[in-house]
């Protein structure tokens, strides 16, 4: 792996920002596990609600202005339960929605990991569900097959080529990869399938308010690549493993298929180190921010540095970030560490929040 000096689509002449120089606003509270976040170039803004620690009611939803929230697109496909797991196809619905990103295009695309409880996948669940924001309609939907969904994966989070031509999605699961998808097509391919750069770093220790977060049996949170980022030109892909302290870099053209592993794993970068982070969002300004769950906080890149631009008590594990056409940044904060994989007796659902910010430059 080489070292990158010059970030492609990062502003890098930054100067310091002091703590707490940008204040959170409070935007929506929920009553159930949200994790994922979009906002649409004309204001409008949808959250989903995966089905980790519950049988959520709801798994995508768009948030009006007084908070409240409407099935989207519909009611119909937020209908399945892990109760009714028998009775409702799972290609038609929503099975375990991870994440919610528009393309640019005019569409709201789906993330369905397809794995209640972050365990089993359902065979046939993993999947891409493309919604028209004109009609409010499903206009596609394309399955992740087996060989790509592998048994142990867990889709995470996408981001798309500025053509909205390619798609990549993150598995954070037991084997971690780069997930592309030719949306046209359909078809999809693993790439750095396995390599040290996807995969969990045993080295590093979760830890929040000094003690290693862990559940009863001592287990630790270990997710491979979560966050991810592209270049505002759609040059360069970003990510990073959750349980990781490096930010890595590619360059997107050595992300086709009919390249193999070993050449891209030579050209992996390594942009920074860093620390626990979940969320990534590259600004239309071409700044990298990133949530840090172990600090409460949301920082940024500053060159191959990290700065903090806010601490938030209030911020139980910033989970995902959007940006709207006024530059607002949106943060979900998903309290990971006050669910009952953490904190035994805890209830099923639990009650959380997404806030915004306005970066100061």
């Given at each position: 792996m080489?070292?990158?000096?010059l970030l492609a689509?990062?502003?890098v002449a930054?100067?310091?920002v002091?703590?707490g120089?940008e ?5 929506a509270?929920f009553?159930?596990?949200v ?10 803004r ?12 709801l ?5 009006a202005?007084d908070?409240s929230l ?5 009611a119909r496909?937020?209908e399945?339960?892990n109760a ?7 290609a038609?619905?929503?099975?375990c929605?991870?994440s919610?990103?528009p393309?640019?295009?005019g569409n709201?695309w ?6 209640p409880?972050n365990?089993?996948i359902?065979e046939?669940?993993p999947k891409l569900v ?7 309609t499903?206009?596609k ?11 142990g ?7 798309f080529?500025?053509d ?5 999605i993150?598995d954070?699961g037991?084997?971690?990869a780069?997930?592309?998808v030719?949306l ?10 396995g390599?040290?750069t996807?995969?969990?770093d ?17 287990r630790q ?11 505002n030109?759609?040059k360069t ?8 302290q490096?930010l890595?870099?590619i ?8 390249v193999?592993?070993t ?5 992996v970068?390594?942009?920074a180190r ?6 990534i969002?590259?600004?239309k300004t071409g700044a990298l921010?990133l949530?840090?769950p ?21 911020l139980r594990?910033p989970?995902?970030?959007?940006e709207?056409?006024?530059g607002t940044?949106?943060v979900t ?29």
């Amino acid at each position: 792996m080489k070292t990158l000096h010059l970030l492609a689509g990062i502003a890098v002449a930054f100067a310091t920002v002091p703590a707490g120089a940008e204040t959170l606003k409070p935007v929506a509270t929920f009553d159930h596990q949200v994790t994922g976040v979009a906002v649409t170039a004309d204001g409008r803004r949808f959250v989903n609600f995966p089905r980790w620690t519950e049988d959520a009611p709801l798994s995508v939803a768009e948030v009006a202005k007084d908070g409240s929230l409407r099935a989207y697109p519909d009611a119909r496909w937020n209908e399945w339960r892990n109760a009714r797991a028998g009775e409702l196809a799972v290609a038609g619905h929503f099975v375990c929605v991870q994440s919610i990103v528009p393309d640019g295009q005019g569409n709201l695309w789906v993330v369905d990991a397809g794995a209640p409880g972050n365990e089993k996948i359902l065979e046939g669940a993993p999947k891409l569900v493309k919604i028209s924001l004109a009609t409010n309609t499903v206009s596609k939907v394309i399955a992740i097959p087996g060989d790509v969904a592998l048994q142990g994966t867990y889709l995470n989070d996408i981001r798309f080529s500025p053509d909205g031509a390619t798609a990549y999605i993150t598995d954070s699961g037991t084997r971690g990869a780069i997930i592309v998808v030719d949306l046209a097509s359909g078809r999809s391919w693993r790439a750095l399938d396995g390599s040290p750069t996807t995969q969990v770093d045993k080295t590093v220790k979760v830890m929040l308010d000094g003690k290693p977060l862990r559940r009863p049996d001592g287990r630790q949170p270990m997710f491979a690549a979560d966050g991810i980022a592209i270049s505002n030109d759609g040059k360069t892909l970003y990510w990073q493993a959750l349980t990781g302290q490096t930010l890595y870099a590619i360059d997107t053209a050595l992300l086709r298929e009919s390249v193999g592993d070993t050449d891209r794993q030579r050209a992996v970068k390594v942009v920074a180190r860093t620390q626990v982070t979940d969320g990534i969002w590259m600004s239309k300004t071409g700044a990298l921010y990133l949530t840090s769950p172990t600090d409460y906080s949301i920082k940024r890149l500053n060159g191959a540095k990290v700065e903090t631009v806010l601490t938030d008590r209030r911020l139980r594990w910033p989970d995902t970030m959007a940006e709207g056409a006024d530059g607002t940044l949106y943060v979900t904060a998903s309290h990971i560490q006050d669910s009952m994989w953490f904190k035994p007796g805890a209830p099923p659902a639990l009650r959380t929040e997404l806030f915004s910010f306005t970066p100061t430059r």
